[in-house]
């Protein structure tokens, strides 16, 4: 029997918005809940984790298409990017037993339900077809029937997690 995939949940907004503090709060709640969650850091700049002549750089110069590295503390996963890489590729790594994937960005993608994180300041924007809660940095801006949470009600994002996506 194949594994069923875990839901997936994306943060998005923008530069400093919150959405790292918030990404790490809802996580935190989650997992005292006793959740499996998994996470994806998504950045539009350039970065290299492999070292320039090491074992699995020197697979990656010979063709591999993907290169795992297993060490004594965890695995890394070394693949090229294209255009159909996202949260939809990425949950098929995610360990058995992950109940949920979290995503902290790919803010132009769709096809996934995701929170809206509005930083200090900002207005909040009507929800977008996909968005099941909005965060904002300013509390008097909350409405829960609107699902617009306020970053200090981390308890009530996490509940409202659970009862959309978890199944309570």
């Known amino acids: 029997m194949v594994a069923k995939s875990p839901p997936i ?6 530069s400093s918005s919150g959405k790292t503090t918030l990404l790490e709060q809802i996580l935190a709640g989650l997992t005292a809940r006793g959740y499996r969650v998994a996470t994806v850091k998504h950045t539009s700049k350039a970065v290299r984790m492999d070292e ?4 699995s ?3 990656r110069e010979a063709g591999a298409v993907a290169t795992f590295l297993v060490a004594a503390n965890g695995v890394a996963a070394y693949m090229e990017k294209d255009e159909s890489t996202g949260p939809g590729t990425l949950v098929k790594l995610c360990p058995e037993g992950t109940d949920l994937l979290l995503v902290e960005g790919f803010k132009g993608i769709t096809g996934h339900p995701r929170i809206e994180v509005f930083g200090e300041g900002v207005e909040i924007a ?5 968005t099941i809660l909005r965060v904002t940095a300013n509390p008097g801006l909350t409405d829960h ?3 617009i ?3 200090d009600e981390v308890d009530g994002v996490v509940e409202a997690i659970a009862e959309k996506l978890l199944g309570g």
């Open 9 to 14: 949940l994306l943060l998005a907004g923008y």
């Open 52 to 55: 320039e002549g090491k074992d």
């Open 57 to 59: 750089w020197r697979h």
């Open 126 to 130: 009507a929800p977008g077809p996909e």
């Open 145 to 147: 029937g609107e699902g």
């Open 149 to 151: 949470y306020s970053r």
